[in-house]
């Protein structure tokens, strides 16, 4: 009997997918975080609701059935961009907005968190791009940059504080720890960070100045 925490992510995504459930749960419990950390911006601004989380769930479990070590990428950024997929088809699907940063935008975590280190560039070679999908996922980037740059002018300081946490893809109870306060407390923090976010998408007042 071997230990899973030890195993390399090929390793248990091909005990995974010969239907060992113990190497899927080890998966799964590794990258959670990473499911979270995606989600949580689309849901911050303007997704409907946790079941977010539950999709991007279902695009990492789809990663873990999908994916070939002889493409030469990585587990994580192959799971990255499933993930990310199911989350803006979710989107897509749900709202009939049509805020360009909910239906085609960079996640806010790209800008916020290190968790996070896939070059576009891989995004590029697994699901290609026309050159106008190019030119539109930039002027996506600058649109999100500007919204969050909009929303901490409107943020107190310990909304900045949680809002970072929470894009890190901490829990609530690990928000508490980091900040030194309750969990209600951050969840108030959270939904007042939420409805500053709706009133910037609302308004069309972005700007980075």
């Known amino acids: 009997m071997f ?14 997918v010969q239907g060992d459930r113990l190497a899927e749960e080890q998966l799964v419990s590794k990258y959670m ?13 303007g ?8 999709e991007g ?12 070590p002889e493409h030469n990428t990585a587990f994580k950024t ?10 803006k088809s979710a989107v897509k699907s749900a709202s009939s907005l049509k805020h360009i940063p909910l239906n085609d935008g960079i996640p806010l975590d790209t800008i916020l968190s290190d ?22 996922a930039r002027e996506n980037k600058k649109y999100t940059e500007e919204l969050y740059l909009s929303l ?16 890190s893809g901490l829990s609530y109870k690990e928000i508490a720890k980091a900040t030194g306060k309750s ?20 308004s069309g007042d972005i700007s980075n100045s």
């Open 3 to 16: 230990n899973y925490a030890d195993l390399e992510d090929n390793e248990l995504q091909k005990l995974s």
């Open 33 to 45: 975080r990473l499911v979270r950390i995606c989600a949580r911006p689309l849901f911050l601004a």
């Open 47 to 54: 997704g409907d609701s946790e079941d977010l989380i539950q």
């Open 57 to 68: 769930m279902f695009g990492l479990l789809s990663a873990i059935r999908q994916f070939n």
């Open 78 to 87: 192959f799971a990255e961009c499933c993930i990310y997929n199911r989350l």
């Open 115 to 136: 968790e996070s280190q896939t070059p576009m560039s891989a995004y590029t070679e697994l699901f290609q791009k026309s050159p106008e999908e190019q030119v539109l």
């Open 152 to 167: 901490l002018n409107v943020l107190s300081k310990f909304e900045k504080e949680v809002l970072t946490h929470y894009l």
């Open 183 to 202: 969990e209600k407390a951050v969840d108030n923090a959270i939904q007042r960070i939420r409805r500053k976010t709706a009133q910037l998408l609302k």
